[in-house]
């Protein structure tokens, strides 16, 4: 029997540690997409953490996903082989997302996302939510890994202030806000959207600025970064074209963000081997028809992520988007710290 069984889209929004999820290695196993930036901080967390003995994985495929309704959503491949990155379900041997979620609950209807945490021993999701599993994840088996990567705290005391004043505004203007300007549905929506994704950005090139990086609030990461870096990671390649974010481009417009972007991935093991360029490009261009109907995959920017980070921050010019609307957006609506 599930312990939760919502019978809605609500979903699953357990906790580890807890009486009912208590942290042990291999009890849990955790389903992603590589191409999703929402999972992409999951599994983030896996490695930088040293989870990755601890929490077993299955990989969907990035495409196709299904009709215009999502159905019948991602897809696992019959081998190891069949997709370089894609795993087959590893737990079950589904070939769909979908019949995960129904094991849980077979009345559930919500969405059949990735990131999925699964309990083996109680036979049901644990949570769904990637906002809460940034949260409670990077603790969660603290009893169980080294002391070094136990000390890890991406959510520290005496930065958690500054955190959650800026979590809200980069989770709707620079997070979702790709996704509202992408999928915008008239030029008016569009118009509206795109906007504050550079006010957003704009704010970010000065704040990393100021103090001085090479992380967002200075020299301790925090999980700000891991939230920005999975959609940073996908901007100049796929946001910019395929969603129409083209108002600038982190290497050309942002030098902060751009250095900020090469540190995380050059320097950041468990950034760089979280990402997979093949699976976000072509997620994209082969699963969205509306947006690209030919599912034509373009082969740049080259190189995906760009070489030499400069350590001496002060040499850095702040860049930005200097957009009549984007400043008027960036001057009204994002709070100063």
Known sequence: MSIHTPS?????????????????????????????????????IRHLKGLTDIIDISIVKPYPKGDENGWPGWRFPASDNEYPGATTDRLFGEDYMHKIYFRADPEYKGRYSVPLLWDKKSGTV??????????????????LIPANLASIDLYPEHLRAQIDAITPWMQSDVNAGVYKAGFASTQEEYDKNVIPVFGALNKLERIIARNGGPFILGNVMTELDIRLYATLIRFDTVYVQHFKCNLGTVRH?????????????????????????????????????????KAITPM???????????????????????HPAVLEYEKKNIPSL
């Not at 906790?15 to 599994?43: D, T």
């Not at 030098?255 to 997979?276: I, Q, Y």
Request: neutral net charge.
């Open 300 to 322: 740049g920017p080259f190189p995906d992520v760009e070489e030499g980070v400069e350590r001496d921050w002060s040499k850095l010019t702040i860049g930005g988007v200097k």
């Open 126 to 143: 644990v949570c769904n939510e990637s906002a809460e599993l940034l949260r409670w994840l990077p603790t969660a088996f603290n009893s």
């Open 8 to 44: 809605t889209a609500d979903g699953w929004h357990g906790i580890i540690p807890s009486p009912h999820f208590p942290a042990e290695k291999g009890r849990y196993h955790l389903y992603i997409g590589l191409f999703c930036p929402f999972a992409h901080r999951v599994n983030f």
């Open 253 to 293: 417009d942002y030098p902060v963000l751009n250095n900020w972007l090469k540190g995380m991935f050059w320097d950041v093991e468990a950034a760089r081997v979280s990402t997979n360029f093949k699976h976000i490009k072509e997620n994209y261009t082969k699963s969205h028809y509306g947006i690209n109907p």
